[in-house]
């Protein structure tokens, strides 16, 4: 079964920019169609879609968010990683790696595996 695990720092200081790393177990990100994807929970808000690599090195941005967002990948250790700059308070929330099956596997859902999310606070 595959297992993803988040981990970083739970507290930020605005302005600072936010690394969060996701440790992929078995299974491979070079591999399958997959997007390897970041979601995030605000505290008393709906899920929100941040951005994915995918097994290609390609990469896929939220609007809202691009101009701060940067994910990357590092295939030697199996993980991917998230980074967030310039952080303000609103950016609290839990942070969730998730893995999405190819649009073309119409069987899936839209996440089949998550991991199990890391809170991260934005504060002076």
């Not at 929970?41 to 929100?48: I, M, R, S, V």
Request: include cysteine; hydrophobic fraction near 25%.
């Amino acid at each position: 079964q595959v297992q993803l695990q988040e981990s970083g720092p739970g507290l930020v200081k605005p302005s600072q920019t936010l690394t969060l790393t996701c440790t992929v177990s078995s299974g491979s990100i070079t591999t399958g169609d997959y997007y390897w994807t970041w979601v995030r929970q605000p505290p008393g808000k709906g899920l929100e879609w941040m951005g994915a690599i995918l097994y290609s090195d390609n990469t896929v941005y939220s609007p809202s968010l691009k101009s701060r967002t940067s994910i990357s990948r590092d295939t030697s250790k199996n993980q991917f990683t998230l980074q967030l700059s310039s952080v303000t308070p609103e950016d609290t929330a839990v942070y969730y790696c998730a893995r999405r099956p190819p649009p073309s596997d119409h069987y899936a859902p839209e996440y089949d595996y998550w991991g199990q999310g890391t809170q991260v606070t934005v504060s002076s």
